[in-house]
């Protein structure tokens, strides 16, 4: 059974950072690239970042900053978002996903998805 467990949200200022974590087990981990998606209060949910299995390439979202890093550890099963110089914009619940084949941004692309963690950045 695929679990995606994502933590390290929290509230926090603007301007502070955050790495969120998201913990695989129940697959070949490296056989699947992992995505971050987010979503605010009365909006649809928006991809951030995408990482292939390998961690050597990476597919972004044209709408989002240089603000938002993606990086995973095959040897720990986990994959990370960096969210720096957080803004009240970047409050959501933000979400992992798992998908067997390329780093995409279509949100059906994916297989497994997390139950997500809160991000609410304060003004």
């Known amino acids: 059974q695929v679990q995606l467990v994502e933590s390290g949200g929290g509230l926090v200022q603007a301007g502070g950072s955050l790495r969120l974590s998201c913990a695989a087990s129940g697959l070949t981990f490296t056989d699947y690239a992992m995505g971050w998606f987010r979503q605010a209060p009365g909006k649809e949910r928006e991809f951030v970042l995408a990482i292939s299995g390998t961690g050597r390439s990476t597919t972004y979202a044209g709408s989002l900053s240089g603000r938002f890093t993606i990086s995973r550890d095959n040897a720990k099963n986990t994959v990370y978002l960096q969210i720096d110089s957080l803004k009240p914009e970047d409050t959501a619940v933000y979400y992992c996903?798992?998908?067997?084949?390329?780093?995409?941004?279509?949100?059906?692309?994916?297989?497994?998805w997390g139950q997500g963690t809160q991000v609410t950045v304060s003004s």
């Open positions: 996903a798992a998908r067997s084949g390329l780093a995409v941004a279509t949100m059906t692309a994916y297989d497994f």
